[in-house]
């Protein structure tokens, strides 16, 4: 078959492109201690993306819907005010997720996340997560397990990085 085939894309193997979303999901610390099997589960209800540097993968104050991996490129997360502009908080790369509470809580996005550059974005919806849990419910308490564990330690961090500015604000004399 002719490489340039309008059917070359569907009879095309896919087994490289999923070991590639099964590898970058092994950088995920929601992931990582799963086996080959149960990453293969998650990449099932993976769906990849291409985003152009700038093009936004969601906006703040949207319904949350899923979590993002980046698998190639970078992306920012951006708070945009009228003020301001846009204010880059953080470049996450390759192995970073983000958007992760949407899995359990459709609440609005607190933050914009667009492509910094030309990336390539995996993303999980809750949908799919829940008929996976529904569907295996042993890799979905192994999964949720993870879940809130991070979940936990990301809850440690942000309480000391808060305690820290509370200091801060009153060594300055700056009243809260």
């Not at 999901?25 to 990582?32: A, N």
């Not at 540097?53 to 708070?79: D, H, R």
Request: net charge positive; hydrophobic share 40%; glycine share 6%.
């Amino acid at each position: 078959m002719k490489k340039d085939s309008l059917w070359a894309n569907i009879f095309a193997d896919k087994t490289k492109d999923r070991n590639e979303v099964i590898k970058t999901l092994k950088l995920v610390p929601l992931f990582s201690q799963l086996n080959t099997s149960e990453l293969k589960e998650f990449e099932k209800i993976s769906h990849q993306r291409f985003f152009k540097a700038g093009e936004p993968v969601f906006w703040e104050g949207e319904p949350g819907v899923g979590m993002y991996i980046v698998k190639l490129g970078s992306v920012a997360v951006c708070k945009i005010t009228p003020e301001k502009g846009k204010e880059e908080l953080a470049i996450l790369r390759q192995g970073d997720f983000f958007g992760e509470l949407a899995l359990i809580d459709e609440g609005p996005r607190s933050a914009t996340c667009m492509a910094h550059e030309n990336a390539e974005i995996i993303g999980i919806f809750r949908p799919d997560l829940v008929k996976l849990l529904a569907r295996k419910p042993r890799l979905g308490n192994k999964f949720l397990f993870r879940f809130a564990t991070l979940l936990g330690k990301r809850l440690i961090a942000t309480h000391k990085e808060n305690k820290e500015l509370r200091l801060q604000l009153e060594k300055s004399n700056i009243i809260i």
